[in-house]
């Protein structure tokens, strides 16, 4: 029903940058919300950050001040800028698109792309 195709990740060192994109496809409604998720090895899939069609934002404590979530709804896409990287934001990162995100997952389709690795590391 959807597809989603994360990009952007990378290795870099604490203190760093990276910007992660997502391009959407299938269907996908005006009003749905977009947002990224992340999954460390052994850990449960965390939500990260959302963005709604209007452009109120919302993010996990974790993050909060560091992180920047945008859209770009000609395009159906959502990106994550990530500043002041740490060692814990390390992750496999997973966009996704929908009416409701819950800690883990997303109504209504909940289907996942391959994610993105990003790896904070000296």
């Known amino acids: 029903q959807v597809q989603l195709v994360e990009s952007g990740g990378g290795l870099v060192q604490p203190g760093g940058s990276l910007r992660l994109s997502c391009a959407a496809s299938?269907?996908?409604?005006?009003?749905?919300?977009m947002g990224w998720y992340r999954q460390a090895p052994g850990k449960q899939r965390e939500l990260v950050a959302t963005?709604?069609?209007?452009?109120?934002?919302n993010y996990a404590d974790s993050v909060k001040g560091r992180f920047t979530i945008s859209r770009d709804n000609a395009k159906n896409a959502v990106y994550l800028q990530m500043n002041n990287l740490k060692p814990e934001d390390t992750a496999v990162y997973y966009c996704?698109?929908?009416?409701?995100?819950?800690?883990?997952?997303?109504?209504?389709?909940?289907?996942w792309g391959q994610g993105t690795q990003v790896t904070v590391s000296s």
């Open positions: 299938g269907s996908i409604f005006s009003t749905y919300a």
């Open positions: 963005i709604s069609s209007s452009g109120y934002t």
């Open positions: 996704n698109v929908g009416r409701r995100f819950y800690r883990d997952s997303v109504d209504p389709y909940n289907n």
